[in-house]
Nanobody
Framework: QVKLVESGGDLVQAGGSLRLSCAASGRTFDSDIMGWFREAPGKDREFVAG????????FYADSVKGRFTISRDNAENTMYLQMNNLKPEDTAVYYC????????????????WGQGTQVTVSS
């Protein structure tokens, strides 16, 4: 059974940084695209960043390009999202997901999601 566990969310001031982690278990992810989504109050869940697990090729939403960096540690089965220059509009619950489609519409084909971690950016 696939299990995704996020951590690292916090309250931070605008301009600050956070690093989110996602520990993945339950099967091998070598063929997967994995990624991060976020959901702000009153808004739909949106794609933030994705990465091919085997090659490490990244993909980003335009809203985070140049500020966020996605990476993974294959040996530890852990994915990261380094978020720099955070803005109040980045405030959301951030979710880790596995078995993603390869855009332009991003979603988890097998509905693999973590429980989410809260990121709050104050102005």
């Amino acid at each position: 059974q696939v299990k995704l566990v996020e951590s690292g969310g916090d309250l931070v001031q605008a301009g600050g940084s956070l690093r989110l982690s996602c520990a993945a278990s339950g099967r091998t992810f070598d063929s997967d695209i994995m990624g991060w989504f976020r959901e702000a109050p009153g808004k739909d869940r949106e794609f933030v960043a994705g990465i091919t697990w085997s090659e490490g090729s990244p993909f980003y939403a335009d809203s985070v390009k140049g500020r966020f960096t996605i990476s993974r540690d294959n040996a530890e089965n852990t994915m990261y999202l380094q978020m720099n220059n955070l803005k109040p509009e980045d405030t959301a619950v951030y979710y880790c997901a596995a078995d993603l489609t390869l855009g332009p519409v991003w979603y988890s084909r097998s509905d693999y999601w973590g429980q989410g971690t809260q990121v709050t950016v104050s102005s």
